[in-house]
């Protein structure tokens, strides 16, 4: 198995939609360092996508958007179709339930003169990590490393079935490792036997990277 590596990148308020004002039916603009900049280019599309292998929540920031409602379209990190409906903030921020890797509208409900951004929130997880359960020996090495800022993180595992159709990671059962628990600063450990699924769960404003290998002679 190869190892798996990932970079949990900083928050960022407008990662998805720069500073604009909401008009009733019309898609927000992705304009944003998130922009599929590929995408864009070949079809005029705008998504935003986010680092690959990561999911997270997306935060709204503005005032006197409570009279708004803002329809989310996306998907998460296994493929997994994503849809809400928010509710702008009064101040401040609101955050969506879902977690997502890529964005594919975002859609108000009501004309609002006022401004509001679009971005990536402190709260998200890896993609799940599937692991090779058929290994003549399963011994699987994991190494964290807070690169800058404050990022919490945890190991997880599950015996969920991580392959079956529309898996949503959200909704499954998952137990805390026993020594990469909330976690701030970098730390290594392992599996001595194999879980069905590995992820991470982090929240943070910082960077942080993620190594995983697993033994298969």
């Known amino acids: 198995m190869r190892p798996i590596r990932f970079t949990y990148p900083a928050s960022s308020a407008n990662a998805i939609c720069l500073t604009q004002q909401p008009a009733a039916g019309v898609p927000l603009v992705i304009n944003g360092a ?4 590929v ?3 070949l079809t005029n599309q705008r998504l935003a996508k986010l680092t690959a292998d990561i999911q997270r929540r997306l935060v709204i920031t503005g005032t006197g958007l409570n009279g708004c409602n803002f329809v989310f379209v996306g998907y998460d990190a296994n493929g997994n179709l994503r849809t809400e409906s928010l509710a702008g903030p009064a101040a ?3 955050l969506t339930v879902n ?5 594919v509208s975002i859609t108000p409900d ?3 003169a006022q401004n ?3 971005g990536t929130s402190a709260e998200g997880h890896s993609a799940v990590i599937p692991v090779d359960l058929y290994a003549n020996t399963t011994s699987i090495g994991m190494v964290g490393i807070n690169v800058s800022g404050a990022v919490t993180w945890t190991v997880q595992s599950t015996g969920d079935d991580v392959f079956a159709q529309g898996y949503d990671q959200l909704a499954g059962n998952w137990l805390n490792h026993p020594t990469l628990a909330a976690l701030v600063a970098s730390a290594n450990g392992n599996y001595a036997y194999p879980p069905n699924g590995i992820r991470v769960a ?5 960077v942080f990277q993620f190594t995983l290998n697993q033994t298969n002679p």
Do not use: M
Request: charged share 10%; no cysteine.
């Open 34 to 37: 998130l922009l599929d900049g």
């Open 39 to 41: 995408t864009f280019g």
């Open 92 to 94: 401040g921020t609101a």
């Open 99 to 103: 977690e997502y890797a890529l964005v």
């Open 110 to 112: 009501a004309t609002v």
């Open 116 to 118: 509001l951004t679009v």
């Open 202 to 206: 982090l929240n943070g404003t910082g």
